[in-house]
């Protein structure tokens, strides 16, 4: 019997393949878990369903986050098919492109500070207030942040802070809902060749970088994030909340690559 089997999560950022959020479905499913999932729009809309599918799942909703009405009516269909639910997992993160180009100071604006923060953080709250009714004790929710939240890391710029502020709210939201036996965590992932990363100009050598100083001297795959969050949702973990669990081949300990030859 799988880790999460008869627990029922709703996944939130699956757009393709090689998404995050594909890998932690696909781990989620393997471990017995009942799936339902949401994507961002009409574009998304046939190759999510097909996802869906895939996993025994039928059903499928839209959200773009940045609508109130629109998070409102995932929990309303959602109601429709299940009474509870156990897991929320939210694997969303925007910011416009120009802002994650260039000097910091220099390109950063209001609008964009504005969207990265509202996309990447506040969704995450967003969703849970929505999910109230329907959360219960050993429900948990769970986000996927980076590095860049804790540390420099050349043209992550804005969605640094974002990525800051979402995991202030894993803290803030833990303390919230813990007395409800709710848990709220986060797994601060290293970066994965996914569609929010394919924008990215020079994301081919920050990998090979990242993995020439990780300790486990390899980028991470979105199953090993998978299978983290699989962990971090199931009972194996009903003491942990409000915490932010590394899957970066121990790529945050290290202050220094080691020396050439
Ligand atoms: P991805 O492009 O596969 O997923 C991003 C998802 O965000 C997509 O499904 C997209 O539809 C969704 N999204 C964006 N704006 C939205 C909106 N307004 N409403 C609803 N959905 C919206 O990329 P990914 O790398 O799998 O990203 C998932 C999460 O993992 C993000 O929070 C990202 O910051 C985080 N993360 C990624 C990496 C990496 O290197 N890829 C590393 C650490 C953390
Ligand atoms: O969180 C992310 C991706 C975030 C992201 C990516 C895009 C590209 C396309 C947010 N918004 C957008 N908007 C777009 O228009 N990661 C952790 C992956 C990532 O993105 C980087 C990285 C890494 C790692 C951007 C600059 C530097 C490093």
Redesign the pocket.
Known sequence: MGILSGKKALI?????K??????IAEAFAREGAELAF????EK?QSRVEKFAEQWGSKITIP?????DE?IENVFTELGKHWDNIDIII?????APGHELDGNYVDVTTRDGFRIAHD??SY?FVALAKGARKMMHEGSSLL?????GAEKVLQNYNV?GLA?AS?EANVRYMAASLGKEGIRVNG????????????GIKSFRRMLAENAKRAPLRRNVT?EE?GNAAAFMCSNLASGITGEILYVDGGFNITGMGELED
């Open positions: 939130v950022g699956v757009a393709s090689h998404s995050i959020a594909y890998g949401t994507y961002q729009n998304l959200c773009d986050v940045a609508s629109e939210h694997a969303v993160g925007f996309i990447s969704s986000t996927l942040s980076y590095l969605m990525k979402l797994i601060s992932a290293g970066p994965i060749k996914t569609l929010a990363a394919s979105t994030v």
